[in-house]
């Protein structure tokens, strides 16, 4: 038997295979011993492998309904629901549904991963929630057609911090969350994308950028060859909508890219600018010479307070980047702060601050 002051710690995260021998073992062991799911924090439910034979990968969408359903009041601490690998086009999915989603008002956080969902359905899963404040949409892909129609919201959508990795195309979701109540709540966003001019992404900056806060770009790492601003513009950002900016970080760029991205900043009180270096050698030491130069430069980022590298290398070498990164922005003359860390002390960027 389990010490109850263990609870919490046991069972703070569960992962579910939504297969029906793992689905009915979880959800005996939960009627069994109610206090288990009000221990539990984090719930993924994970599709099944979709070479096994004993559950058919298009029998987990009913197979996770039935389990929501089940367990309605008994998860009162539930704060983060993760749905991996889930192919749903709506056939299985009942308004009953969303109105059990719906109960489960503490979820704050819905990661979406690898899943293959229709715009309406992911919108009705996403605003299914009342007090969701996060969401991350990660290597998941939209069906190109809806099968059937959905509410496009339960709740007002009115999340605070955005991740989306890894789409082969600027999803159509981005017009809706910029249609929805998240243009004006919108404090935290991370794009890792690869950003090119007039694309939907850079519309929905535009249009989400007078709320944001903290926001992370993914940027080219090469320049192309042969490389002509004025006629080949790829990777360029505008970020002169984002005026309430406090700290910004590109990842991972080449230099020219990020000053060409930090000249259209316009945000006053921008505080934290923060750089990936994905390896150190004295080779690129006039990169960083050429960008300390060009941020020393940039009046929109006079009042900068902290430049933080973040060093993904190798931690034989961690010292001895630091030292010389330090040092090129001290003879540039950058007075503000230059902070150096390896990106394995970093903490998941939601769960900070």
């Known amino acids: 038997m389990w010490n109850e002051l263990a609870l919490p710690h046991i069972f703070r995260i569960v992962t579910v295979c939504l297969d029906a021998t793992d689905t009915k073992s979880f959800l005996d062991l939960i009627s069994d011993k109610p206090m288990i799911g009000h221990a539990v924090r984090e719930l993924a439910l994970l599709s099944p492998d979709p070479e096994d034979d004993d559950t058919p990968f298009y029998l987990s969408t009913p197979i996770m309904h039935e389990t929501m359903k089940m367990l309605v009041g008994k998860m009162s601490r539930l704060r983060v629901l993760y749905l991996i690998s889930i192919y749903d086009t709506g056939e299985h999915s009942p308004p009953e549904l969303f109105r059990n989603l719906s109960t489960f008002r503490n979820i704050e956080r819905v990661e979406i991963l690898g899943c293959r969902f229709p715009l309406s359905l992911l919108q009705a899963y996403v605003s299914a929630f009342p007090g969701l404040r996060s969401l991350v949409l990660n290597d998941s892909d939209e069906e190109e057609k809806d099968l059937l129609p959905f509410r496009s919201e339960v709740h007002p959508l009115s999340i605070e911090r955005l991740r989306i990795r890894c789409l082969p195309q600027p999803p159509p979701v981005l017009s809706w969350l910029a249609s929805s109540n998240s243009k004006m709540t919108l404090k935290n966003l991370r794009l890792d994308v690869d950003i090119i001019p007039n694309s939907p992404i850079q519309d929905f900056l535009r ?26 513009p790829e990777g360029e950002v505008n970020l002169k909508d984002a005026t309430q900016l406090l700290s910004l970080t590109l990842r991972p760029a080449h230099s020219v890219y990020i000053l060409n991205t930090l000249s259209t900043v316009a945000a006053p009180r921008l505080a934290q600018l923060k750089l990936t270096v994905l390896e150190y050698d004295s080779t690129i030491d006039e990169m960083y010479r050429k960008l300390a130069l060009g941020i020393q430069s940039l009046q929109a980022l006079r009042f900068l307070e902290e430049i933080v590298f973040i060093y993904k290398g190798s931690m034989e070498y961690f010292e001895e980047a630091e030292a010389a990164l330090k040092t090129i922005f001290v003879k540039a003359g950058v007075r503000c702060t230059v902070t150096v860390v390896h990106s394995s002390s970093l903490k998941r960027w939601w769960l900070s601050g």
């Open 207 to 232: 249009q989400i950028g007078p709320s944001l806060v903290e926001l992370d770009l993914k940027l080219p790492e090469l320049l192309p060859v042969p490389y002509n601003k004025s006629l080949d």
